[in-house]
């Protein structure tokens, strides 16, 4: 037997192969996705810092924007590994709301509210799972599965919280207490919860660029049949990336009952999940799925946010903020698309 | 004699009434060569490889693994015995690296699920230079995408061998590839051979599969119809050999 027990021998390596880059060619081609959502918001901040430089030099501007930011940075991060993963979740806001109202619920019943907002998360997350299963499990397409999800959700919120007399939960108890100053508390002028959705970006980033989890979700989206013969458990990743997805949720119902002080069952969902939404593709997530950026997206998220405070303070009427909002999304998307890489297909 | 890594013999398989193969007799030795299946269209060669991979299992016959019968041949045990099946362009993930590419669902992680990357990117480099990969334009962090059709198929075999495959099976790895393309393709495949993998390679195209063969396998029908090697032959010699096969077919058809 001795025959069979080969070794590979060792071969003589090629040594014209380039070696890995670490240069800044390499690096601006790795980013260029993340490198040209950060373009595109720099160019959209020095318009607003010329059209109003007094408002844009001082620091009330960016509060108001950082109060509300974390809310869509917290939203759109998962939401990139959903897309990437081939996928789309269109049930988010909904599922925030439902989240929301386990949390004011059992808040208001007294409580502790770490505790309620533990519950807040895993009824987010529990959503996600049934989306999840849903599209891999059924194999129900997730752009129709998590629409029909989101009026079921919606649904949930307004009929069940129809309580006696009760249209909404207000909050404004929580303030001042340790639970509301660690989330949502002031550090100097900065909000609290800006901190914690840096956290949560950083934790994402890991996520996505180093753990295997985010490599599965790019190979699962890039080429499903590919990563299922080669061993991946594709059901799985995107059933993950989903229960990521409502996880997540739940952490932005929290933070937007704390913010705003009150649980509304009739809260329009649509302008926070198309923002969201713009905020992933301006931020250089393409739409068919493998490739996406987390630090991109949050640049996406500043910029889908600046351009509602900053058009009207550079002195248009409010009437056109929805056209100069689009405007910008369109010239964004066409941006990204110009500074695709050429590939050979 | 010598073991023989594989050895199948008396295989049968039919689909239905369509008998795909009859009494098949095949063979790799026990040091690494590379053996060209050669045959047209609804010869039989897809159904032998497959059966060779465990996708299929046969009506009649016995395999041997290093001179051991074995039973219940599935895809995992053809993968745990060292067989690889390499596709053409199948089963990569184009907008990811090389790297990625080559460790997809065999991750190497450290604490917590982290891949250790540096590892990974080290690992790619240098099996990509064993297979004599040259390119001054691409490095084992280069996006799959951006390569050529050749090179691509490089980047399954450096796979492939990662996984220390003894027997590498190789389905029309030229198809659609320019001609210097397919030498390249050829190359990564000698290299592998003197790595000590053993390759079986697919082809319609006798020409490629003389460049890089050392034997030479014909299947017609579902039958061996001609074993033979490069010493006992040339590439015309084979062209003619087919196309009396071909001719005696269209004879005994009409």
Redesign the interface.
């Known amino acids: 037997m001795a025959v069979l027990d080969k070794k590979p021998k060792s071969l003589d390596l090629s040594e014209e192969f380039r070696r890995p880059g670490r240069g800044i060619t390499d690096f601006l081609d790795k980013n260029r996705r993340a490198l040209s959502a950060l373009l595109v918001f720099v160019i959209l901040m020095l318009f607003f810092l010329i059209a109003n430089p007094k408002v844009f030099l001082g620091t009330g501007i960016y509060e108001a924007v950082f109060t509300s930011l974390p809310i869509r940075i917290v939203l759109v991060l998962p939401l990139v590994f959903v897309i990437v993963s081939g996928e789309i979740d269109l049930s988010f806001v909904s599922n925030m709301t439902l989240s929301l109202w386990a949390f004011a619920a059992t808040a208001k019943a007294g409580w502790n509210p770490f505790l309620s907002a533990l519950l807040a998360v895993s009824v987010g997350g529990f959503v996600g799972l049934v989306n999840g299963l849903l599209v891999t499990r059924v194999g129900l397409p997730s752009l129709m599965t998590t629409l029909g999800m989101s009026f079921l959700l919606q649904g949930l919120a307004i009929g069940g919280a129809r309580g006696p007399g009760t249209t909404g939960i207000p909050l404004t108890f929580l303030e001042g207490t340790p639970f509301y100053n660690i989330f949502v508390g002031r550090i100097g002028n900065l909000p609290a919860q800006m901190v914690w959705a840096l956290v949560f970006l950083v934790v994402a980033t890991l996520l996505f660029n180093y753990h295997k989890f985010g490599s599965h979700v790019c190979c699962v989206g890039d080429n499903l049949e590919s990563s299922r013969e080669m061993g991946i458990h594709t059901a799985r990743v995107k059933t993950l990336a989903f229960v990521y997805m409502g996880m997540a949720a739940g952490i932005a119902g929290v933070l937007y009952g704390l913010i705003y002080g009150v649980f509304f069952a009739r809260f329009k969902p649509g302008d926070l999940m198309l923002a969201v939404l713009a905020s992933a593709f301006i931020g250089g997530t393409p739409t068919w799925g493998g490739v996406g950026t987390m630090i991109g997206a949050l640049f996406g998220a500043c910029t889908v946010r600046f351009i509602q405070t900053g058009i009207i303070e550079a002195g248009l009427t409010g009437f056109w903020t929805q056209f100069f909002n689009g405007l910008i999304v369109l010239l964004a998307l066409a941006a990204h698309k110009l500074h695709e890489p050429r590939y050979r297909y | 004699m010598?073991?023989r890594?594989l050895e199948l013999k008396n295989i049968s398989k039919s689909f239905g009434r369509v008998s795909a193969l009859d009494q098949v007799n095949f063979f790799i030795k026990?040091?690494?060569e590379i053996v060209a299946l050669i045959g047209d269209n609804g010869a039989g060669k897809s159904t032998l490889i497959k059966i060779i991979s465990g996708v299929y299992t046969p009506d009649s016959g016995e395999i041997h693994i290093?001179?051991e019968k074995v039973d219940r041949w599935s895809v995992t045990q053809a993968r745990a015995a060292g067989i690889e099946t390499v596709?053409q362009d199948?089963?990569?993930?184009?907008?990811?690296t090389i790297a990625?590419n080559i460790f997809?669902?065999?991750?190497r992680?450290g604490v917590?699920?982290?891949?250790k990357?540096r590892l990974q990117?080290a690992e790619a480099?240098?099996l990509?230079?064993?297979?004599?990969?040259?390119?001054?334009?691409?490095?084992?962090?280069s996006?799959v995408?951006?390569?050529?059709g050749g090179e691509r198929q490089g980047v399954a075999i450096a796979r492939a061998?990662y996984f220390?495959a003894?027997l590498m099976i190789l389905d029309e790895p030229t198809t659609a590839l320019s001609l210097t393309e397919s030498e390249k393709v050829c190359d990564f495949i000698r290299?592998a051979k003197?790595?000590?993998?053993s390759c079986i390679f697919i082809s319609h195209n006798i020409y490629h599969a003389y460049d890089v063969a050392e034997r030479f396998v014909v299947l017609d029908r579902g039958k061996v119809v001609l074993e033979t090697d490069r010493q006992h032959t040339t590439a015309e010699q084979l062209v003619k050999d087919m196309q009396e096969i071909a001719r005696c077919n269209q004879e005994g058809s009409a």
């Open positions: 010598e073991t890594f026990g040091e690494s290093r001179g596709y199948r089963a990569l993930v184009l907008q990811q990625r997809m669902g065999r991750e992680t917590l699920g982290f891949v990357g990117l480099d240098r990509m230079r064993t297979i004599g990969f040259t390119s001054r334009v691409f490095a084992a962090d996006v995408a951006k390569l050529s061998l220390q003894d290299r003197e790595g000590g993998t």
